[in-house]
């Protein structure tokens, strides 16, 4: 069985993970849209949400108390997760595109993490 800590860092990686893979159909070999970037961009942000929360279902299975707190935890912690993950990429030039560039166009997109991940926690506290 794996402990907290390991369940936070794997499901914080697979909230980067399935997101990002599951944009490679809507790009060519050479890193073009096969869509317009607008679209693409919505698809993700429904992609990721929807992994998220599901992560985030099943990571508050495990936890018996302190839920606001833990949703406080793994949403900041997924938060920097992502971005690290995903500037890894920026600094390579995988992105073709600046740091600042990254978090207008992407890096607040992922903001919403730690907002749902309290409200189930805020949520989950109250049913209790």
Known sequence: MMDKSGRIVLYGFLSWFLPFFSGFPF????GNMLIEAVLFKSIMIVVG???GVLLSVRYFSFVKADHVREGLTIGVAWLFINWVLDLAFVM????G???MQYFKEIGLRYLPIPIY??????A?????
Not at 27 to 30: L, Q, Y
Not at 92 to 95: E, N, R, S, W
Not at 124 to 128: N, V
């Open 27 to 30: 790009v060519d070999a050479e």
């Open 49 to 51: 949400c929807l992994v």
């Open 92 to 95: 390579t030039g995988f992105f």
């Open 97 to 99: 595109m600046t740091v």
């Open 117 to 122: 991940t309290v409200g189930m926690g805020k």
């Open 124 to 128: 989950l506290e109250k049913r209790l």
